[in-house]
């Protein structure tokens, strides 16, 4: 899957999304401080599903109906690294096609994958 990481994440994060063959798009090494907006912008013109720890993407996407190929939220702050890598890479491995073109909330709890918005 294609992503672009939002500048939010440790580099290790995104090495081992790279590792697990996923190629990763990381703001924090080339557009750092660029807006949220032009971040979604970025992420079409790339055709790649943002991943973020910023709950701004959602209000965006799905209550003013930004463009988007995606956007997978994080909800898994007070978890180690390693378990959030962990749970990432499980549900995208999982859940895969059905993320693109979504608004998705991972959780410790949870996966909500949101289509229609």
Do not use: Q, W
Not at 30 to 46: F, K, N
Not at 63 to 72: D, L
């Amino acid at each position: 899957m294609k992503l672009l990481a939002d500048e939010n994440f440790e580099p290790e994060f995104v090495e081992k999304l790279r590792a697990a063959g996923h190629e990763v798009i990381f703001l924090d090494e080339y557009d750092a401080g660029i807006s949220d907006h032009e971040v979604l912008r970025r992420a079409v013109r790339e055709n790649a599903v943002v991943i973020t720890n910023d709950k701004d993407f959602g209000e965006m996407v799905v209550r003013h109906g930004f463009e988007s190929r995606g956007v997978i939220f994080l909800r898994l702050y007070e978890l180690p690294l390693s378990e959030r890598i962990e749970i990432v890479l499980n549900v995208i491995s999982s859940r895969g096609e059905e993320l693109e073109s979504a608004f998705t909330t991972i959780s410790r709890e949870a996966v909500r994958v949101r289509k229609s918005f």
